[in-house]
């Protein structure tokens, strides 16, 4: 199963109680970063490779 990146990993990983992302980031066999109507689907050479949370901010943050 694809892994979430970005600002759905840190909502899951910590269970936080904020609103749900419209397009959750998700690691996906594609070429490019693609939107769909309710995800995002990204290369795994763009999405961090790590659960270090600080990552994922700075990929939430389009950084």
Same mark, same amino acid.
């Given at each position: 199963?694809? +892994?979430? @990146?970005?600002? +759905? %990993?840190?909502?899951?990983?910590?269970?936080?109680? @904020?609103?749900?992302? !419209?397009?959750?980031?998700? =690691?996906?066999? /594609? !070429?490019? /970063?693609?939107?769909?109507?309710?995800?995002?689907? /990204?290369?795994? *050479? =763009?999405?961090?490779? !790590?659960?270090?949370?600080?990552?994922? /901010?700075? %990929?939430?943050? *389009?950084?």
């Amino acid at each position: 199963m694809a +892994e979430f @990146v970005g600002y +759905e %990993f840190l909502r899951d990983r910590w269970r936080l109680p @904020v609103f749900p992302i !419209t397009r959750p980031a998700r =690691v996906m066999p /594609v !070429t490019r /970063v693609t939107a769909q109507a309710d995800m995002l689907l /990204v290369p795994a *050479g =763009v999405a961090p490779n !790590t659960n270090n949370p600080l990552d994922h /901010v700075l %990929f939430a943050f *389009g950084f």
